[in-house]
């Protein structure tokens, strides 16, 4: 079974800082996705950033970018410039079949 | 917009009532899944259908049921609810490409 830990728990920064969050993974596969999922107060779950395991450059959608680590199994969000909408919890996911595994979740606090 | 809509957003039962949550999507996509989430935790897949082939995880207890009537639609029956039972529940779909989207849930509430 596929696993995707998340080491920390909770994270704060202030707003226009950068912050880094840090996800690992376990597989046997070669070619995967890989995701990272915000979710706000609100409690929707909104798609941040998808990464190709086959694609050697790291994926980035405006402020959020990733370090892509196939070697490693490390699959971490960087998020540039934070705004006070950033806080949510977030999660990195992994498709095990068609369905999603996910890590423990890191709660991110951008305080103004 | 093309989306997947929870019914209702909130939920009250008594305990032992069965209850029922609904989800609809306007995306056609194939598969749709039921989540579990408690609170400050990660979502718990409970099953998944892949067209009308129903995929239940193992450690889904049998009080969870759910039924999909068509493409759109997808329902979470919960036979007998407990205390334990009172989460956010997450409905999602998805294509053969993993493109996944959520709906905004239902948090039920059990008394």
């Known amino acids: 079974a596929q696993t995707v830990t998340q080491s920390q728990p909770e994270m704060s920064v202030q707003e226009a800082e950068t912050v880094t969050l840090s996800c690992t993974y376990d597989?046997?596969?070669?070619?995967?996705?890989l995701f990272w999922y915000k979710q706000p107060p609100s409690r929707q779950m909104i798609l941040v950033i998808r990464?190709?395991?086959?694609?050697?450059q790291n994926a980035t959608e405006n402020r959020f970018s990733v370090n892509f680590q196939k070697a490693a199994k490390s699959f971490s969000l960087k998020i540039s410039d934070s705004q006070l909408g950033d806080t949510a919890m977030y999660f990195c996911a992994f498709p095990e079949g068609q369905k999603l595994v996910f890590g423990q979740g890191t709660r991110l606090t951008i305080n103004p | 917009d093309a989306m997947v809509i929870q019914n209702p957003r909130y939920q009250v039962t008594q305990f032992g009532k069965p209850v029922t949550l609904s989800c609809s999507q306007t995306?056609?996509?194939?598969?749709m899944y039921w989540y579990q989430q408690k609170s400050s935790q990660a979502p718990k897949l409970l099953f998944h259908?892949?067209?009308?082939?129903?995929?239940n995880e193992a450690d889904t207890p049998d009080n969870f049921q759910s039924r999909r009537p068509n493409t759109s639609f997808c329902f979470l029956d919960i036979r007998s609810p407990g205390l334990g039972d009172a989460a956010m529940y997450l409905c999602?779909?998805?294509?053969?490409?993993?493109?996944?989207?959520f709906g905004s849930g239902t948090r039920l509430t059990v008394v």
């Open positions: 259908y892949y067209d009308k082939d129903f995929n």
């Open positions: 999602a779909t998805s294509r053969d490409d993993f493109d996944y989207t």
């Open positions: 995306l056609n996509h194939n598969v």
């Open positions: 597989t046997s596969e070669n070619n995967y996705y």
């Open positions: 990464q190709e395991a086959y694609k050697q």
